[in-house]
């Protein structure tokens, strides 16, 4: 899942964009308004993280801009000025909900899957194809009564799938929710990555839920079932006359 975080305290970006990263999300950083604008107008985000007190252009022009062009991206919005006021004028700019400073890491993970639960971008944990199992709370994925250990980037490459199951994810889906990257999708990161996946899904299984489709992308799926076979009918005993 890929997200917009804006803020112009340094610091702060850094270290919340570090602890979003090993949440499984791939995180995109602007440090002034016009940055900000630019980057959510260019790309398509799964929600954006605005500080009110931007330089340039603070958070709730570039929320109303964001509203004005049709894009209707979950916002949270971040504030030191704990108003009621100040609420309002975020909200009324179009944010979807707002955090105020200082707040826990934890709160911060929550408010964001609320807001794209709403959206309908993530499914209510567990999430189940086949006999694969993700916990998108705990981060904890189990197959057939197997745990099965990933990093942040695999557990993230593995929900993306999962949430769009059934169909082709391509490759340039995936540099950008995923690696946060547009341009490189010709790199063969995806690649290594699918074939750990398989590895640690598929392998000592009687059924593959993980398929790559040359040149196009990515499918997770679980089989459909076999219909049950009918038992012969027995032919009825001709009478003699």
Same mark, same amino acid.
């Given at each position: 899942?890929?997200?917009?975080?804006?803020?112009?305290?340094?610091?702060?970006?850094?270290?919340?964009?570090?602890?979003?990263?090993?949440?499984?999300?791939?995180?995109?950083?602007?440090?002034?308004?016009?940055?900000?604008?630019?980057?959510?107008? %260019?790309?398509?985000?799964?929600?954006?993280?605005?500080?009110?007190? $931007?330089?340039?252009?603070? =958070?709730? @022009? #570039?929320? &109303? /801009?964001?509203?004005?062009?049709?894009?209707?991206?979950?916002?949270?919005?971040?504030?030191?000025?704990?108003?009621?006021?100040?609420?309002?004028?975020?909200?009324?700019?179009?944010?979807?909900?707002?955090?105020?400073?200082?707040?826990?890491?934890?709160?911060?993970?929550?408010?964001?899957?609320?807001?794209?639960?709403?959206?309908?971008?993530?499914?209510?944990?567990?999430?189940?194809?086949?006999?694969?199992?993700?916990?998108?709370?705990?981060?904890?994925?189990?197959?057939?009564?197997?745990?099965? %250990?990933?990093?942040?980037?695999?557990?993230?490459?593995?929900?993306? $799938?999962?949430?769009?199951? =059934?169909? @082709? #994810?391509? &490759? /340039?889906?995936?540099?950008?929710?995923?690696?946060?990257?547009?341009?490189?999708?010709?790199?063969?990161?995806?690649?290594?990555?699918?074939?750990?996946?398989?590895?640690?899904?598929?392998?000592?299984?009687?059924?593959?839920?993980?398929?790559?489709?040359?040149?196009?992308?990515?499918?997770?799926?679980?089989?459909?079932?076999?219909?049950?076979?009918?038992?012969?009918?027995?032919?009825?005993?001709?009478?003699?006359?």
């Amino acid at each position: 899942m890929r997200i917009l975080f804006a803020e112009d305290d340094r610091q702060l970006l850094t270290s919340l964009s570090r602890g979003l990263r090993e949440a499984s999300y791939a995180v995109d950083e602007a440090a002034t308004g016009p940055q900000a604008l630019a980057l959510a107008l %260019a790309n398509d985000y799964d929600a954006i993280i605005l500080d009110v007190l $931007l330089p340039g252009k603070n =958070g709730k @022009v #570039v929320c &109303r /801009a964001i509203r004005e062009r049709g894009n209707r991206v979950p916002i949270l919005m971040l504030t030191a000025l704990d108003g009621v006021e100040q609420r309002i004028a975020g909200l009324d700019a179009g944010a979807d909900d707002y955090l105020t400073k200082p707040f826990d890491f934890g709160e911060l993970l929550a408010r964001l899957r609320a807001l794209t639960r709403r959206r309908g971008e993530v499914v209510t944990s567990p999430l189940v194809v086949g006999d694969l199992v993700i916990d998108t709370l705990r981060h904890a994925v189990r197959r057939n009564r197997r745990d099965i %250990a990933l990093t942040a980037k695999e557990f993230a490459f593995l929900l993306h $799938l999962a949430q769009h199951a =059934g169909r @082709v #994810v391509s &490759r /340039a889906e995936l540099m950008a929710h995923v690696w946060e990257d547009t341009s490189n999708t010709f790199s063969n990161i995806i690649d290594v990555y699918a074939s750990r996946l398989r590895r640690k899904i598929d392998d000592g299984e009687k059924v593959a839920l993980l398929t790559t489709l040359r040149g196009s992308g990515f499918r997770l799926e679980a089989p459909s079932p076999r219909p049950a076979s009918r038992p012969p009918r027995k032919r009825a005993a001709r009478r003699r006359e």
